[in-house]
């Protein structure tokens, strides 16, 4: 079973940066360090949860939303099995519960990943982000 544990979320003023981490376990084997696809996601008070930005195992092509592109980016570190999402420019509409996922298997759609026409196998517990001056 694979377990996920954000961390990094937090109050932060429009224009300021965060970076929330997803830091990944497994409480029996572990399948190669590579071999899940990340996602992060978020949902706003009252709205449905949106794929954010969602990365690849194959080939560690990225995909983000368009209200995130430019500001945001999705990485990883296969060896301390932490994937990350670096937030800049943010803005209060960027203010979300924000979760991060992972769906084991290569060549993944991440773009549907990210668009949630799938179920994903795997989520955090997710983590505040509050844009506010």
């Known amino acids: 079973q694979l377990q996920l544990v954000e961390s990094g979320g937090g109050l932060v003023q429009p224009g300021g940066s965060l970076r929330l981490s997803c830091a990944a376990s497994?409480?029996?084997?572990?399948?190669?360090?590579?071999?899940?696809?990340i996602g992060w996601f978020r949902q706003a008070p009252g709205k449905e949860r949106e794929g954010v930005s969602c990365?690849?195992?194959?080939?560690?092509?990225?995909d983000y939303a368009d209200s995130v592109k430019g500001r945001f980016t999705i990485s990883r570190d296969n060896a301390k099995k932490t994937a990350y999402l670096q937030m800049n420019s943010l803005k209060p509409e960027d203010t979300a519960v924000y979760y991060c996922?992972?769906?084991?298997?290569?060549?993944?759609?991440?773009?549907?990943?990210?668009?949630?026409?799938?179920?994903?196998?795997?989520w955090g517990q997710g983590i505040q982000v509050t844009v506010s001056s």
């Open positions: 996922a992972a769906e084991p298997g290569r060549d993944v759609n991440i773009q549907a990943m990210c668009a949630g026409a799938f179920a994903l196998d795997h």
């Open positions: 497994a409480t029996s084997g572990w399948p190669l360090e590579d071999y899940y696809n």
């Open positions: 990365m690849s195992s194959t080939d560690g092509s990225t």
